[in-house]
């Protein structure tokens, strides 16, 4: 994928490119053909706002192969055309060339009325006044690929462009940002923080945009690539825990969150998990944890993908159902849970309290424990919940009242038991590193070989051709291009 060209606001990439049809879909509302389980799309109707957002005005010029020919189409979604006419339904006018290789020529396919009215539409509301001009903004596509210029960009309150493209020559920010009037002297160590760039910058936020980047994509933003961000491997103390959603008693699957202190603390006052859905990045380092108790949170910052919950038509949250809420809290614990037994390694004073000891018979546990899987689909008691995760709860204690020796002895084995538990922890986590350490030897012992395998087929081609030409150097030879 590109975007280039930022003073144009032109947006490009090398993908396979549109025919009249798919162009047709990607103008209209409310049309979505996005059936694969690892794509969140399913409205229709994204790439029409996230364009009208920006500006009032989007042309479309896109390049495929269809039945073995080249064609190239060229779209506009315009409001101003739109508002200007008055018109009373959406018009997108479209305009379609097949390559005739036969006269080496571009060619319409549209009925000769149909592409005069279309032609003319495209010039009068487009940055355009020629077809010539129009068409050429095919040479950067080549082969295949779709070229999106958006304009008429909106202005704020102020009469100021929304973007910001003048102050980094290699960013797109937005103009509006409270952070931008503050000099880079005067910021804080939390302000350059990447959880707060990525509110106004462009690039910082594409940068965690996909959890997992395919082997041959990129992203180049005002001509520069945008490096790819792992929040994950920002982390010190990290752990991995594993939470398997419930709905209606069925098991939704199960998710890995890693969580840990970030580098920078105890210095940054940023916390929050960054949860996203199939790949991409909808709530970026939300705060489970508000009101007096962030505190308790300040630098634990967590990463997990949820594909069990479905985000809102814009992408930028998730729907608040029942599983949504369950997600929500069971994350503020896993904060609590992390902060109570590792702030002592960055400095905290430890405030982990040992966890109440068992007021209920086994009997009366096993009831709480059905219970609570017969009602998993509804609001879980918070005391039963800190009990669960080992946290302090101001219940009184009989027992421990009648009996204080049984309390010391069952405190000192729920200690042991932790201590146990966090050995645990550090053995896996160091087998983690150990298998990602091994795992990036051997993709650069795959990379090596690919390269050392097309080396050897170019040689190998070489070969065939000079011993074709000994054996009849006589017979005409022809290009060959490697």
Not at 228 to 249: C, M, S, T, V, W
Not at 369 to 377: C, E, F, L
């Amino acid at each position: 994928m590109l975007i280039r060209d930022c003073v144009s606001d032109i947006l490009q990439d090398n993908g396979g490119g549109m025919d009249q049809e798919a162009m047709r879909r990607c103008l209209s509302f409310g049309f979505s053909d996005k059936k694969s389980k690892s794509a969140i799309g399913q409205y229709g109707n994204g790439f029409k706002t996230s364009s009208m957002r920006l500006g009032a005005d989007v042309v479309v010029f896109s390049r495929c192969m269809k039945n073995r020919k080249l064609a190239q189409s060229v779209g506009l979604l315009s409001f101003t055309f739109l508002t200007r006419s008055g018109l009373d339904r959406i018009v997108i006018p479209m305009i379609e060339y097949e390559f005739m290789s036969t006269i080496s020529k571009w060619t319409s396919i549209c009925s000769e009325q149909h592409f005069v009215n279309n032609l003319s539409l495209l010039l009068q509301w487009s940055p355009f006044s020629t077809e010539e001009e129009l068409l050429k903004q095919f040479d950067d596509i080549g082969d295949h690929g779709t070229r999106i210029i958006i304009y008429n960009l909106w202005l704020n309150n102020e009469g100021k462009m929304e973007l910001d493209f003048q102050s980094d020559p290699e960013d797109i920010r937005i103009s509006c940002d409270a952070e931008s009037g503050k000099s880079f002297s005067r910021m804080s160590v939390s302000d350059l923080h990447l959880a707060n760039t990525l509110r106004y910058s462009l690039r910082a936020y594409i940068s965690i945009l996909y959890l997992q980047i395919p082997e041959n994509f990129c992203i180049w933003l005002c001509g520069q690539i945008v490096e790819y961000h792992n929040i994950a491997n920002d982390l010190k103390y990290r752990e991995f825990i594993l939470y398997k959603p419930q709905n209606g008693g069925c098991e939704e699957g199960s998710v890995i969150t890693s969580i840990g202190f970030l580098k920078e603390a105890p210095l940054v006052n940023i916390h929050g998990f960054n949860v996203y859905h199939k790949n991409r990045l909808i709530l970026p380092f939300w705060h489970v944890v508000g009101g007096s108790s962030v505190n308790r949170s300040r630098g634990v910052v967590g990463v997990l993908e949820a594909n069990f919950i479905k985000p809102t038509h814009n992408k930028q949250d998730f729907e608040k159902t029942p599983l949504f809420q369950k997600l929500e809290y069971r994350l503020k614990e896993m904060t609590w849970e992390y902060w109570d037994h590792h702030c002592g390694l960055i400095g905290y004073h430890a405030t982990r309290q040992l966890r109440a000891p068992s007021q209920a018979s086994s009997e009366s546990r096993k009831k709480h424990a059905t219970a609570k899987r017969k009602n998993s689909d509804h609001q879980i008691e918070p005391e039963i919940l800190k009990q669960n995760a080992g946290l302090s709860v101001n219940l009184p204690d009989p027992g421990s009242i009648q009996n204080p020796h049984a309390t010391t002895i069952t405190s000192h084995l729920e200690d042991q038991e932790m201590v146990l538990l966090l050995k645990e922890n550090r053995r896996l986590h160091a087998r983690c590193l150990e298998i990602e350490k091994k795992e990036e030897k051997f993709n650069g012992k795959v990379t090596f070989l690919r390269k050392e395998l097309k080396e050897a087929q170019r040689t190998y081609a070489r070969l065939l051709v000079q011993s074709a030409l000994l054996e009849n150097p006589n017979r005409e030879s022809s290009a060959i291009i490697l």
